[in-house]
């Protein structure tokens, strides 16, 4: 996993907080590291939670690029965003779950992204709804963007579960018979909401020919922000992508 290995491991921290905690959080995950992510805006539920540190952490996240020499991925959800970020050079953003259900704002991001080189990734709408993953496809298709991927995050459900979000491997896999070409990337952080989860939903991944996994890491969990309950420290985080490791070359 991670460098030289099968699946391009893609982690980083829910969202930046401070900068020290940033560079911290990166630092230790590195080495087993492809491509770092981390959340600047948020798009929390309450007006009265933390939204993210916004453009002041585009720049620590240039800084991190040149520093590591390896490329960040971000969520984006206006049209706004999209300038920020191509201005910082950040040259993969994501849609995020609650943005793909509304196709107003996926096209306002379409456009922004037009005639860019941008490297899109797609999360499934937050509701089981198929249509509307495949309609947000298709509109950055017309919009000319050559590199989609599409990520599993789990979806909503009103049924008790283990999950925060079902992974519902049964919609991927239609998902994928419309659009095999398109690369499919597993979010284990997002569908478990807790860490005890994410090395099981990682191997059952697995079987769903995912080309990576993104795994939410942070140096301090206790103190996140945002989705404290699922995000690994570094030492745990390793310690997953060593038994996957094992468990893929088996
Ligand atoms: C995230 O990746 O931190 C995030 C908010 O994701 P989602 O859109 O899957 O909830
Ligand atoms: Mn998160």
């Known amino acids: 996993m991670g460098k030289n290995n099968k699946h391009i491991i893609i982690a980083g921290p829910c969202a930046i907080e401070t900068k020290k905690i940033f560079f911290d959080t990166i630092d230790s995950i590195n080495k087993d590291v492809d491509i770092f992510r981390a959340g600047i805006w948020k798009a929390r539920t309450s ?9 002041e952490g585009l720049s620590w996240i240039q800084e991190a690029q040149i520093k590591y020499k390896k490329p960040f991925a971000i969520e984006v959800g206006t049209a ?3 300038e920020l970020a191509l201005k910082h050079e950040i040259g993969i953003l994501w849609i995020g779950a609650r943005t793909t259900c509304n196709p107003f704002s996926v096209q306002e991001i379409c456009e922004a992204t037009r005639g860019s080189d941008l490297e899109i990734w797609i999360k499934n709408p937050i509701f089981p709804n198929l249509e509307l993953w495949i309609g947000a496809i298709e509109r950055f298709k017309k919009s ?4 989609i991927k599409v990520i599993n995050r789990g979806f909503f459900s009103e049924s008790p579960s283990p999950y925060r979000n079902l992974p519902r491997w ?7 018979k419309i659009f095999p070409k398109i690369p499919l990337i597993c979010d284990p952080s997002h569908i478990s909401g807790n860490t005890e989860l994410i090395y099981d939903v990682c191997v059952k991944a697995l079987s769903y020919e ?17 989705d404290q309950n699922q995000q ?3 030492k745990e985080f390793c ?12």
Do not use: C, W, Y
């Open 210 to 226: 995912v080309i990576g996994f993104m795994i939410e890491v942070h140096k301090k969990p206790e103190i996140a922000l945002s």
């Open 144 to 147: 000319k963007i050559k590199n």
């Open 232 to 234: 690994l420290k570094p």
């Open 80 to 82: 706004q965003h999209v």
């Open 170 to 176: 049964d919609i991927v896999r239609k998902f994928k």
């Open 239 to 250: 310690e997953i992508l060593d038994k996957l490791k094992s468990t893929n070359s088996t």
């Open 47 to 55: 007006p009265n939670n933390f939204q993210g540190i916004g453009e």
